[in-house]
């Protein structure tokens, strides 16, 4: 790069950032495509990267997938898992020493942070998940593809010193983008960004987050071929009105197998983590029980993809779709439980597939016309299960209807998707991604931005003028320094300066305690010692305390120990200030600039 170079690249960021680029959503838009063929580029780059590692790792045909189960090296099948699983434990192992903290996925980036992510973090969860799926994890990529995707965006939203607002939406157009090019399916990216990154549909976000989907997808198509990723080989699949009750009944089950998939992860994991062994030899113990299934099942390894194609093509008998069904719901939670990295996008749709066989054939015993309409069973339960485990009902329809191009046998599975999704959040309450959040403590359920009210604190909505006086000066003194009508209220403190309560300023003043004024002191008027309010408090948290309290005013306190008032906060003004970020957010939803917001940075 010249000197020229260097000082050009200032001027385009200054450029860039100006309010023309903030204020300016064509630009965003336009931006967004190039970036979204980026995104692409490296959907395309890993994907080459895991389908060589297969060939090198398990001695697969150049072009085969690992997941067909078909010509894996015995003795390749038995060592490599275990000894991926202790490659990545041992990195995991180091990557911790240099960066300790969790990495911050796009869920909780637009949930939390507003948006931000770590690039050099997603580049190390791109990374453990290559290596994982190389090693052959019941997982699959789209948790790497996704996190790239996302990652570069966030970073170039923050380079840009773009809003918040505009950062989530960054960071949804970057999943598209991964999404998209990862199923070769457009729409099917867009609206998992919709559902699973933004938390909403919102017009704003639609050009920005259909643009890169878009672009993904043309560099998938113009690197990798056009051709979705699954190939349904079936003259005509005819859906009869009477078979959608069994669509909603097969989506009731599958959103037990999603339900009893997620928990079963957080088994494997508390099982596998009480073991007698150091955190590092999980993913090594976790890829030898792998193996262990895998001998019989070699199917279960990998995403699933190629054993999704096979199945389409050949349909097995009962009793091996329900063992292979089992297995894959085993080897999925062993992998997430070992540590391996990766997502159950793909497992998910492997496992409805297998579930929609099972089920179709177990009815087919009582209605034996129902055999020829297993495909179909097979396609409602692949969304039907994905969309309980993943959480994003609409993406799994237009997934399959990008896939079949049949819009009677997307309804179809319309129809069970609604059902499981439906079960699932009212039996269950999460998908798999807010899963793994509540395993780790944090109360997060969607995308949906909660991160602006952990921000907006007490510390920044305290006023400092707050009247103090000893609680031991008498009332009638009180009444000279504190005259009516100069404060509505002031603060009792003891010798310490520790806050003793609140005292209303016309009560002090008040004509019926005249009589016994002389032998009064400021501390007998004083109330609610046990009601204040401390900096570090977000604002929903303060409003709760004041809905406890039933005060307009709370003290600040700079320690719940020693106590001291720094400060008091009204009622009046923090619903005000409340409500007017209530307002803020959603206009920057809905793609309106008011004049707040204008030339402003948050």
Known sequence: MTAASFRVLPWLRRVFARHRLRNNELA??????????????????????????????????????????????????????????????????LG??????????????????????????????????????????SLGMEAAYSQMGSGLLSSVGQWLKLRRADRRIFVAAGAAAAIAAAFNAPLAGAFYAFELVLGSYSPAALAQVATASLAGTLVMRATIGVAPI?????????????????????????????????????????????????????????????????????QVLGAGHGAIQALFETSPMFLALASLLLAKMAASAISIGA?????????????GCLFGATLSQAMSLFAPWLASQQMIFMLVGMG????????????????????????????????GVITAASVTRYTFGYSFATWRFHQRGKTIRSAHDIGWIAEMTVAGLVRDDARTIRQDVPLLQLRQQVPLGSRSRVFAIDDGGGYVGIIDVD????????????????????????HYLLPEMDVRCALDRFEEAEIEALPVLA?????????????????????????????????????FSVGRVD
């Open 28 to 93: 965003l838009i336009a931006l967004c495509a190039p970036l979204g063929a980026v995104v692409g580029l490296a959907v395309v780059a890993m994907h080459e990267v895991v389908s060589w590692l297969h060939v090198v790792d398990f001695g697969l045909p150049a072009g085969s997938y690992l997941s067909t189960g078909v010509s894996i090296a015995p003795d390749r099948l038995t060592l490599v898992p275990a000894a991926g699983g202790l490659l990545l434990g041992l990195l995991a192992l």
């Open 96 to 137: 911790h020493r240099f960066r300790p903290h969790e990495i911050v996925d796009p869920v909780e980036a637009n949930a939390i942070h507003g948006g931000r992510m770590s690039l050099i973090d997603s580049m190390r969860l791109a990374a453990a998940t290559i290596i994982s799926n190389a090693a052959g994890a």
């Open 230 to 298: 699954f190939l349904v080989h079936a003259p005509a699949l005819e859906v009869h009105h009477w078979e959608y009750p069994l669509f909603a009944l097969l989506g009731i089950a599958a959103a037990g197998v999603g339900i009893a998939t997620m928990r079963a992860a957080t088994w494997c994991e508390t099982a596998l983590r009480n073991l007698p062994a150091p955190n590092w030899l999980r993913p090594a113990i976790g890829g030898a029980m792998l193996s262990a299934i895998a001998g019989i099942f070699p």
């Open 339 to 351: 540590g391996f990295r990766g997502g159950l996008f793909s497992s998910s749709l492997f496992l």
């Open 384 to 415: 039907a299960v994905a969309a309980s485990i993943v959480g994003a009902p609409v993406t799994m329809v237009l997934l399959v209807l990008e896939v079949t191009g049949d819009f009677e046998v997307a309804l179809g599975v319309l129809a």
């Open 507 to 530: 009560v002090a003043h008040d004509p019926d305690i005249d009589d016994a004024a002389a032998g009064l002191v400021a501390g007998d008027l004083a109330s609610g010692r046990d």
């Open 559 to 595: 320690d719940a120990r020693d106590r001291q008032v720094v400060g008091y906060v009204t009622e009046a003004y923090a619903l005000r200030r409340y409500a007017h970020e209530m307002e803020r957010r959603r206009n920057a939803e809905l793609g309106e600039r008011d004049l």
